[in-house]
């Protein structure tokens, strides 16, 4: 099946310093990379959507100048969250879509972010 | 009213019963169905896509009810291997590939 990797896999990190996560698709090109947020015993939130060559689709109420997002390439997107605060610590997810239609999505180990 | 929303849980369930779960969904023009399992720190895996005439996958029977907009999973037989948090998940209006998530349904199987 297809492989989403994610890295770091955990980071701790002083408030106020900026923090960057890794999304690659290993085994397929993805057009459309998402990017979630899951807190304890909480759904998965979407946060944005990552389109390849163009700006990034935020959510509502997800700050774009906070979590900055970088689709450079079909295989690579990048979440970088800056000036970090402890209440940004959170399980984050990224997933890749390979058909488009949302039943091949596939998703990254997941970062496990700590701001302390 | 959620998007979605599932029983959050837990389901204590001995080994080898059969358990049921629901979950409904706001939007009646959702097009898109599927259930994901997440083990605790893990990333959700795609468990099964629901379809409109139910389907079925091994042990796993998912059925779709859109006049009461609600899907289902019946897990027979269950294993100590499917303690896991069952995510009910459907696509977003006017998008095929954004997808809205329950906050999950905690089984757990005990021997």
Excluded at chain 1, 4 to 22: A, F, M
Excluded at chain 1, 95 to 106: C, H, I, K, L, P
């Amino acid at each position: 099946g297809a492989v989403v990797s994610q890295h770091p896999s955990r980071v701790i990190c002083k408030s106020g310093t900026s923090v960057k996560i890794e999304c690659r698709s290993l085994d397929f090109q993805a057009t459309t990379m998402f990017w979630y947020r899951q807190f304890p015993k909480q759904s998965l939130m979407l946060m944005a959507t990552s389109n390849e060559g163009s700006k990034a689709t935020y959510e509502q109420g997800v700050e774009k100048d906070k979590f900055l997002i970088n689709h450079a390439s079909l295989t690579l997107s990048t979440l970088t969250v800056t000036s970090a605060h402890p209440e940004d610590s959170s399980f984050y997810i990224c997933s890749a879509d390979r058909d488009r239609g949302g039943r091949e999505q596939y998703f990254g180990p997941g970062t496990r972010l700590t701001v302390t | 009213r959620k998007e979605v929303e599932q029983d959050p849980g837990p389901f204590n369930v001995p080994e080898g019963a059969t358990v049921a779960f629901n979950c409904t969904y706001s939007n009646s023009a959702s097009q898109s169905f599927f259930w994901y399992r997440q083990d605790c720190r893990k990333e959700p895996k795609l468990l099964m896509s629901v379809y409109s005439s139910g389907n079925e996958d091994g042990r796993f029977t998912a059925q779709l009810n859109r006049a009461s907009q609600y899907i289902s999973l019946l897990i027979r037989d269950s294993k100590l291997s499917d303690s896991a948090t069952y995510l009910c998940v459907v696509n977003r209006l006017n998008s095929n590939y954004q997808l809205i998530w329950g906050a999950g349904t905690k089984l757990i199987i005990k021997p």
